[in-house]
Structures are given as C-alpha cells and as structure tokens.
C-alpha cells in the first residue's frame, strides 16, 4: 500500500512528544485539552480553502488558562494557534499548531463605562454579543465585518476587521484602545497609550518597534498603500502616523531622530491588529464606543450593469454615506435560487431599462429621520433616473442587508466543478481606479478561461472579487496562482493592495515580498522578533523566523482541502452506493464538499440553526463541525491520517458518531446554511452505511426505528401498557434497553384513531384525507378528531389515510433500507388519495411526518415515481395551514365563536416546518381565529426532536436547548397561556421542561369553534 506522504516532519509530531505535551497540558489547565486525531481534524480548516492538521485544541476555561497552554507550549518550543471563530478566508487560522480557541468560554464583559465611552472584553465574545450585552447604553462598537454574528474579538483584532460602515467608523485598529495580552513566553502584558510610560516591558517592546519603523520610515512611507483599507504585513504605518503625529493629530516632531515622546504617543495596541496571531495573543481588549445613531436609511440601488454600478460610487461617497456596498449578477443570480434569500431578492428594485445585473446598498445614518431623508435626496441628485427603493424600516433594512451578507457563501451554491473560490477575494485600490481594477480583473481571469463574481465594500474600494475554479484540477490550480500573482500586480500598479481586510494568511504571504520588497520584509521579521524569538506564534504567516521565508508562491496552491499534502489528493471515491440521491446538490461528492466554513452556523441568537451550538457553543456540535467531520471521513482523509495509509470512507469512525451524536436532524441548516449543507441529510446517509459496514444496527436505533409497530402494540391495550412502562420497574427496563433518560416522561398510548373514527356520514363536498401518522394515530388521536371536526366544519368530507408509516424514524436513525421499504409500501397505500381529484388535500398533524413526504421522499432512492412522490409533496398539508389556504374556497366557513379575540396566543413552530415551509403556515389559521396576538416565537429548535431527547447521553442538551428561548417564554406566558405547538415531540418537551401544556393549532382550532 503506498505511504502517505509526510505532511510535517517537525519533531513535535512524533507521537510521543504530542502525548507528553497533552498530558503536560491536562495537568495545567481545567479547560479541555483534546489532542485525538478527529478532534483535532475539526480544527484543520477555516473559510479559507486550506486545511492543515493541528498538533491538538485546548479549550481554555477562562483567559488565564489560554495564557497557561501558550506558555506550556511556548516552553517545548510547540507553534500556537489562537482562534476565534474560525471564519478567516486567507488560511491564517490554520496551522500545524496547537489550537488555543477562546470562543467557547472567555466572553465576558469585564468593565463597561458607556460615560467615557469604553468596553473592556474578554477575546471569544462576537461582536453581536458584546452589542447585544451593551444595548441598553445606547453604545456600540462599530466594526462590522459581515461575520458579526459569529466574529470574536480577538479574531477581529487578530485580522483587522472591518465593514461596510469602515468610511464612518474605521476599522478595528481604530477602535481599539488597549489590548492585554500574552508574549510567546508566557508572560502577560497590557499594550495601550501610555504603556511604555508605566511598564518596562511595554516600554522595552514599543522602544524596539518605533526603532524598526523609524529606521524603515521613508520605505514605509513610499510603499505602503494609500487605500482606506490596508492589511498586507503589519501595520508599520499606524506607529509611524502615532509617531510622527501622535495618535489625534498633533505636532509633526521627531526629525531625523526617536526622541520624541514616542512612549506617550505609541499604543502597540494597533501593532496588533491585523497581526493575525503572530506577535501575541489576545486575552483581553479594551474598546472604544460610539453612540448609535438617531436614525438610520438604507437606498438599494438597481443597475443594469456592474460597470454602471461603480460608475456611481464616487459621486456617491460625496453624499456622505455611511455604507456603499456592491452586489453583483452572480450572486443575485444564487440568492434567486436559495430559499431563504429568494425573498429578499425581491426586495430590490428592478433597473428602469434591462435586468438587474448589479445592486448597490447606500446607507445613511442622521440624528433624526429628516437627516437620513437629506441623505436620500442628495443620493437622488446624483443618480437621476437610476431605479432605487428607500427604506427606513428596520426589518426591511434587515431583510435587505442579509442578502448582502450571504453573498459570500451563496456563491458556493454554484453547480459544477469549478466554484467561485477564494485567494483573490481581498483587493482594495482607491475607489477613483475601481472601473480600471474590475475591467483589467476580468480580463486577467478570462485569459484563463473562466469568470468570476464581485461584490464589494465599493465606499472604500475594497473588491472581493472570485474567480470559478476547480481546485480539484492541477491545471486550475496552476491557474490560481498565475491569478494570484497578477491580480497582486494589477492591485499594487493602481495604488492599491492585494490584503484589503482579509489579511495574507497561507494565500497571500507567499506575495508579501513582491509587494513591499525585501526591505520591509526584513523589517517584519525584526517586529516578529521583538515579540516572538522563538517562532512559536501562528509561525508562517506574514514571516517566518525558522529560514524558510519567504515563502514560495507555489504554496498559494499547497495544503488544500481536496489535497492536504503535495501528491496526495483526497475525495469520496466513486461507485459509492447511496441511499438518497443528491442530485440537488450536484451529486454525493459535492454534498460532502459543501461547508465553505464561514461560520454562520456558529450564530448564537435568533433562527434555528444550529441547536446543538447554541446549547453547547462548541465547534464540534456546530453544523461546521459536523460537515467537516463527515467530509473528513467519507472522503477516507481520517483513515488515511489515522495510520498512514490512504483508505476509504470511515464509515464506522467512532469519533464521526459521537459528533454527530449530537445532530438533532433538525434539519436547519438545510435552510439556514447559506450554502444548504444538509447534515440530516448527510447524517442519515453515514449511520446508514455505518448499519450496512458493521452488518446491522444496533438495538436501541432498531426499537427508536419501530416507533410505529411499538406504538399500534401500545394502543391495543393502551390502560396495561401505560401501567407497565411507568411501573418501576418497567420503566427501568426501557431506560436499560433503549438508553432512556430517567428524568423522560414517555407518551402515553390511547386507543387508536381508527378505533375512534367511527362511521363518517359524507357531507357531499370535497374530500380531504387525513394521513394516520404514529402519533396521531396511536398517542393523540384527539389531534386527529378535531382535523375531521374543523375540516368538516369547513364542508369537506374527511377520511382517514390509514397507509402506514413514513419512516421518519428509521431515517432519524439511519435505517434507511427499511425506511425505502416502508415509504414505498406507504406511497402504493396512499395512490388513491394522490390520484384521486376529488380528494382535495392530504393533511398530515405531525410536521415531521410532512417533512418526509415533502422532503426526504423526493430525494429517498424510492422504488415508486418520482412523479407520485411530487405530487404527494405537492397535495400535502398541515391541517392548519390547509383551512387557511383555501379559506376563500372552502365550501362553508368554521366560525370561531369561542377564539380569544384579541387574545395572545404564542405558537412554537416544529423545526421542519420552520426549514422547509415556515412557522406562518400554522399562525395564518390561528390568526383567523383569534386575529393579531398569535406571536410566532423565534424559538429555534425545541431540543427534543423526535427520538433525540430521550436518551441519557443527549438529554442534557436537549434541555439545555430547550432553556434557550422557549422554556423561558413558555414560563413567562403563564399557565394560563395558549400555547400551540404542531410538533409532538415539541409538546411533550414543553411539559417535560416547563410542565407547560401546549396543544396542536388544529386543537386549539377545534376548540375554538365551541
Ligand atoms: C463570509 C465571510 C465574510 C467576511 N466578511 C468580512 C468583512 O466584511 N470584513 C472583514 O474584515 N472580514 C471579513 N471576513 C473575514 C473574517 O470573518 C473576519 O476577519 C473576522 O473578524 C475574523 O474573526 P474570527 O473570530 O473568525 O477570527 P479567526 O478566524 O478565528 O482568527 C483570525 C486571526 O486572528 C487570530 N486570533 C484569533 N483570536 C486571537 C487571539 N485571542 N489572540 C491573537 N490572535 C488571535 C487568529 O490566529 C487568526 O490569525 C469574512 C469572512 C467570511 C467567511
Ligand atoms: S455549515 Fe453552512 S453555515 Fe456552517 S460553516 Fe458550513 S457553509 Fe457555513
Ligand atoms: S440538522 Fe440541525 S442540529 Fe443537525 S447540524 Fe443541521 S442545524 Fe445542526
């Protein structure tokens, strides 16, 4: 078998020196230490294309255990890498490093005085988190790089953030005070203004850095670029400015020597922004604050063309905006195709002659409306007869801010092989040149033979611009670099630079020396060795102090993803036998490749995605995690780095297992992800294939899978079975064989629906079939009865769809050979209703059931039709939703003469029903009811999830999921309150959690007639 090649022959790899340094690590710090190969493999890739494996990840406790593992590390001369959210996009948040993440435990806010106008922080807090925490002061921190929600600070300090309000605010280096931070060797010291005045070690540090910079200062001058946005190397040019000037303005002094009062005036502080974790890492910031505007207005402007577009951006600066951001054709293209952006396309106005090929967001902010609506006006003024829609709305201003801040990962929707990646994403050149710079850009990626999609902070010239490629393909991988070098050229030939915000990283280091020449890079290396002799910090980005710098510019191509080490491609192997189809994702390899890893699913507030992170904020319960994870072991890399040896799929890798443990099928991200990873999907197919390599499933997945045969048992004597399985020892026995946590309360059965339906007399109207799920069938037939009782009410005749089961079950579970099985055998059973005209409707109570004819059915390799299984999709419903549907056709109308008019109903949607056609569905019937006080609660997942909470190793989460926003709302509300929840396990996880009674909207319907 031939050997893999070696990715780093660095004496620290070897085994024993790793497991020496873990157990060094474990003893020091309380936090975790996980040096195990899969988990250390979560942390090999950012957003960047690179991945590189880590030597292991500490998750510090608190801040000062993250200082105790860099000194450890420091100490055995091991590279340390600190990392926030993970969602750079040059590869400098990969390296063959120990992994120091701080975004799971060190977020507190440790001083706030709004008075003064600072916050002092510790690094892992995101941006919207620390905004959210200081909302009621009516500050904010400014910086707003499109990944705010799931950013932390130290890795905005780390790249220099910055966003599409920079021309108002600045960027990070300008909001940041004072940073405490941690030197190579461990030692801890704060870096603000006046530090050098205080402290020796601050003031021998700023003394070293002002002598390289004012040695370098007429280089620094000629050669840095003039651009708003500048991160390429460090930022020599802030201490020059604080040096020469002082950090406000101020007296120019200095001549030709350093005796001015450089340590009053130098906060090294701004070194370390853009710094990308090489010369310190940050504990803790302090920042400053701004008030927040009075008012704020947002003008989306629509064009017929790009050209069109930026020919508008500098008369527009001159309205003083505090935004101008661009979008192009590409990625409206994509956001037209996307669930969840569809409608925000909408929102943009249509250009008065042709399409619309590009969109640029105009945003002002003003003390009061009459400023934003001058701002307005000035921006008509320049743009005569250009299409544009203003909004002051902030939902609407929301709306239309999402798409532009999806436009990134939209574009790793793009079918084919070639996908628009990143590596000449970050120019930025004065806007004056931004026309030249995008014709020019063009023209160099089609001499390649491809294209590429821009969209852009245009106020400051920053263009991020993605050229299609293959990075799968040596011959497209060579073009990426020859791309690469000519882009940098082109940037630099217009006054510009090839690191706009983004920073260099593994992709743009290797360029730093053709831009800034030798010189300056011989200064960068004296700055990395005032601070970190030992080359121990994030080593090879920007420099290198171990002699293997500069970098080759071959290495731009190198460590991918799809080919880790040079000659050693990796990919799903082909003849994989899968049990869905992927056609909608551009086949099972592309499925696996999905997850661009820009974070969004590390989001903590509002939406669903992704339960088990928000509950546990770690990187392995989050979507990220998990795509990785499953890439890492369908595309046989873990068996390959596992001993040595290229192999095939882990199929039954016990480390994927236990991340996807954790994986509550919600099905979120399908929806959510901007890119529509579909872990559900993609977890079912690997339990699966794990059932099949290890010749069966074991016997809790089995008994979960039979929820329907169990359930028909239990309701054949549904008084003796509800004795025995809450008798005792009953209880114990199901608790031992399927796992059950003992806190669970388990449903109890009823006699069944079709026992109770009795002898249905037609009404002579339509006919609507009520599909018999588990549960309504066999726990909660009552949901059941009242369908038929309010859809009668509505003239229709009901009948039941006794036809079997959906599988949801056994595809939560991975029994996906069963579940064909079965949705067949269900699909035959149901024909008649989907064939028949005269059956208007199949309504289905529980939302998981729905989901699987309307969504796991149509991509089940299913023996019957395609074509049937759409149509089904297409003649399915919730009961709720379908008497709100055909409201104005049913043949008579129910009257709700017992609804709380006016009342406040709070309705908790089902996870499926939120991803794959949204909560509204079951509020607009109740809204018929009961008028504007139905409130559909942001309440993300319930955390129960089918067969997910029962279980004692997921019942902690499921819990914890739970006390996110529903438990406490369901407290909040009241006993009294009217709670309606169409999802059975979300009613019962109410109860379990809160002991909250809530009830399915058709219920509540029913009821409501009187
Ligand atoms: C879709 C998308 C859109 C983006 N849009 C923008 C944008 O509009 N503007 C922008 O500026 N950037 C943007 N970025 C890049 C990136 O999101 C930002 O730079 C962000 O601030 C990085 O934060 P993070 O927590 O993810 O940092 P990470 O990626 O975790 O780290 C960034 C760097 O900082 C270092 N670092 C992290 N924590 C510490 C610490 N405690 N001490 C020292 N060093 C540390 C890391 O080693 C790394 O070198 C975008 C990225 C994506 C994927
Ligand atoms: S799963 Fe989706 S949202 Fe999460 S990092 Fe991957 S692409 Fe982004
Ligand atoms: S299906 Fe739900 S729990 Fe699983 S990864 Fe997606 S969002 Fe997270």
Request: with cysteine; glycine share 10%.
């Amino acid at each position: 078998m031939p050997s893999l090649p070696v990715l780093n022959n660095a004496p620290y790899s070897a085994d024993a020196v790793r497991d020496a340094l873990a157990s060094e690590l474990r003893s020091a710090v309380t936090g975790e230490v996980r040096f195990d190969l899969h988990n250390r493999m979560l942390y090999a890739t950012d957003a960047s294309l690179y991945q590189v494996e880590p030597l292991g990840v500490v998750i510090p406790a608190t801040v000062e255990d993250g200082a105790r593992a860099v000194a450890i590390c420091a100490r055995a001369g091991v590279p340390v890498l600190p990392r926030g959210g993970g969602t750079s996009l040059a590869g400098q948040c990969t390296n063959r490093a120990v992994v120091v993440d701080f975004s799971m435990n060190c977020r507190a806010v440790l001083e706030l005085d709004a008075a003064r106008g600072f916050v002092r922080v510790e690094p892992g807090i995101t941006i919207d988190e620390l905004n959210d925490a200081i909302e009621s002061t009516g500050m904010f921190f400014a910086p707003d790089p499109a990944t705010m929600k799931h950013a932390n600070i130290g890795g905005c300090i780390g790249n220099n953030a910055a966003g599409a309000r920079s021309i108002r605010y600045g960027r990070t280096s300008e909001n940041v005070l004072g940073v405490d931070v941690c030197l190579a060797d461990g030692s801890r010291v704060r870096l603000d203004r006046g530090a050098a005045m205080r402290d020796e070690r601050a003031r021998e540090l700023t003394r070293r850095v002002c002598e390289v910079v004012w040695k370098n200062r007429r280089l620094i001058r000629e050669r840095y670029p003039r651009t708003l946005r500048r991160n390429a190397g460090y930022n020599l040019d802030l201490i020059l400015n604080q040096i020469e000037r002082g950090e406000g303005g101020g007296s120019a002094g200095g001549g030709n020597d350093l005796t001015n009062a450089w340590e009053e005036r130098v906060n090294l502080a701004h070194l370390m922004c853009g710094s990308e974790g090489t010369l310190a890492v940050t504990m803790g910031a302090q920042l400053a604050l701004h008030p927040k505007p009075g008012a704020k207005g947002l003008a989306v402007v629509g064009f017929a063309s790009l050209d069109a577009a930026i020919e508008c951006v500098l008369p527009i600066l001159k309205t003083l905006p505090t935004a101008v951001e661009l979008l192009d054709d590409t990625v409206l293209d994509l956001a037209r195709e996307n669930v969840e952006c569809r409608p925000f396309v909408d929102l943009m106005p249509p250009p008065t002659r042709g399409m619309l090929k590009a969109v640029l967001y105009v945003e002002y902010f003003g003390a009061d409306g009459a400023e934003v609506a001058a701002g307005f006006e000035r921006l008509r003024a320049v743009t005569p007869g250009v299409a544009m829609q203003a909004h002051t709305d902030a939902s609407q201003m929301m709306k239309a801010w999402r798409l532009r801040k999806s436009g990134e990962p939209l574009l790793h929707g793009i079918p084919g092989n070639r996908k628009p990646i990143t590596f000449v994403e970050d120019n930025a050149v004065p806007v004056e040149h931004l026309c030249r710079f995008v014709r020019d850009m063009r023209a160099i990626v089609e001499s390649y033979g491809t294209r590429a999609a821009f969209y852009a902070h245009a106020s400051v010239g920053v263009l991020h611009v993605r050229p299609l490629l293959d990075i799968h393909d040596g011959a497209d991988r060579e073009r990426m670099r020859a791309i690469a070098v000519q882009a940098a050229d082109l940037a630099k030939s217009l006054g510009g630079v090839m690191s706009g915000e983004h920073g260099d990283g593994r992709v743009r280091t290797p360029l730093l020396e053709r831009f800034y020449g030798p010189e300056l890079m011989g200064a960068f290396r004296e700055i990395k060795r005032v601070f970190d002799p030992g080359n121990v910090l994030n080593p090879g980005n920007i420099v290198d102090l171990s002699g293997l710098d500069p970098r080759p510019i071959e290495s731009v191509s190198q460590r991918l993803r799809v080919e880790p080490g040079v000659g050693w491609p990796v990919g799903v192997p082909e003849g994989i036998e899968t049990y869905f189809s992927y056609n909608d994702q551009h086949g099972f390899d592309s499925a696996v490749e999905m997850c661009n890893g820009a974070g969004v699913c590390r989001k903590k507030q509002g939406g669903t995605m992704c339960p088990s992170y928000m509950a546990t904020l770690d990187e392995r319960h989050s979507t990220r995690g998990r795509g990785n994870a499953l890439r890492l072991a369908i595309t046989g890399q873990l068996s390959a780095l596992g001993d040595g040896t290229p192999g095939g799929p882990a199929w039954t890798d016990e480390g994927t297992k236990e991340t996807l443990n954790l994986c509550l099928s919600c099905k979120a991200c399908k929806t959510e992800c901007p890119s529509n990873v579909d872990v559900a999907r993609l977890k079912a197919e690997y339990t699966a294939q794990g059932h099949r390599v290890a010749g069966g499933a074991p016997l809790p997945a089995r008994l979960f899978g039979a929820v329907r045969t169990l359930n028909r048992l239990g309701s054949l004597l549904p008084g003796a079975a509800n004795w025995i399985a809450r008798h005792p020892l009953g209880r114990r026995a199901l608790n031992r064989v399927m796992g059950l946590h003992e806190k669970r309360s388990l449903p109890a059965f009823a006699p069944s629906l079709a026992r109770q339906w009795g002898t249905v007399i037609g009404s002579g109207g339509p006919t609507v079939a009520l599909f018999g799920d588990c549960f309504t069938m066999f726990n909660e037939p009552s949901i059941g009865l009242a369908t038929r009782r309010v859809l009668q009410a509505c003239g229709y005749n009901v009948v039941l769809a006794d036809a079997g089961c959906c599988g949801r079950a056994k595809i939560s579970t991975g029994l996906l050979p069963g579940a064909i099985l079965e949705a067949d055998r269900t699909l035959e059973r149901l024909r008649r209703f989907i064939e028949d005209p005269g059956v208007v409707a199949i309504v289905v109570g529980e939302p998981s059931c729905l989901s699987a004819f309307k969504d796991d059915w149509l991509q089940l390799k299913m023996q019957g039709s395609i074509e049937l299984r759409q149509a089904l999709a297409a003649k399915a419903f919730l009961p709720e939703e379908f008497v709100d549907r055909q409201w104005e056709n049913h043949p008579r109308r129910p009257y709700f003469s017992r609804a709380p008019k006016g009342g406040r109903v709070l309705l908790h949607g089902h996870c499926h029903q939120k991803a794959l056609w949204g909560a509204e569905t079951s509020a607009a019937a109740l809204r018929r009811a009961v008028g504007t006080g139905v409130e559909v609660l942001d309440s993300g997942c319930c955390g129960m999830a089918g067969s997910f909470g029962y279980t004692s190793d997921r019942y902690e989460v499921s819990m914890r999921i739970g006390e996110l926003v529903l438990f406490p709302a369901a407290r909040e509300a009241g006993p009294a309150a009217r709670i309606a929840a169409p999802g059975t396990s979300c009613r019962h996880q109410l109860h379990d959690g809160t002991g909250v009674e809530a009830r399915h909207p058709i219920e509540w319907l029913a009821e409501w007639m009187g």
